[in-house]
């Protein structure tokens, strides 16, 4: 399984961003799988961001992004987006794609999301 994000970059406070995880290696359609994002920020240990699940696409937020986040996912592109709306400058933060998958973790590389003006 590999899990590859796109989408980070540098934005201004208010401003937009739409982060992807594509994810190879298994077939959303055929696993029970989890897929969650979260952030780490320069010297602040990883938190929980959102997670969808493949029940139903059962999603999940953290009280810090709820409202402004909206997390989902594309079956026919093996792939689940991050929407970040309303964007903050504490929201600035490296962000990874997890996949449990079959009792096993998987992670992305990361990618950076810097809110600034």
């Known amino acids: 399984v590999q899990l590859v994000e796109s989408g980070g970059g540098l934005v201004q406070p208010g401003g937009s961003l739409r982060l992807s995880c594509a994810a190879s290696g298994f077939t959303f359609t055929r696993y029970t799988y989890t897929i969650t994002w979260y952030r780490q920020a320069p010297g602040k240990e990883r938190e929980y961001v959102a997670r969808i699940t493949s029940a139903g696409g059962s999603t999940n937020y953290a009280d810090s992004v709820k409202g402004r986040f909206t997390i989902s996912r594309d079956n026919a592109k093996n792939t689940v987006y991050l929407q970040m709306n309303s964007l903050k400058p504490e929201d600035t933060a490296v962000y990874y794609c997890?996949?449990?998958?079959?009792?096993?973790?998987?992670w992305g590389q990361g990618t950076q999301v810097t809110v600034s003006s």
């Open positions: 997890n996949a449990y998958i079959n009792w096993y973790d998987y």
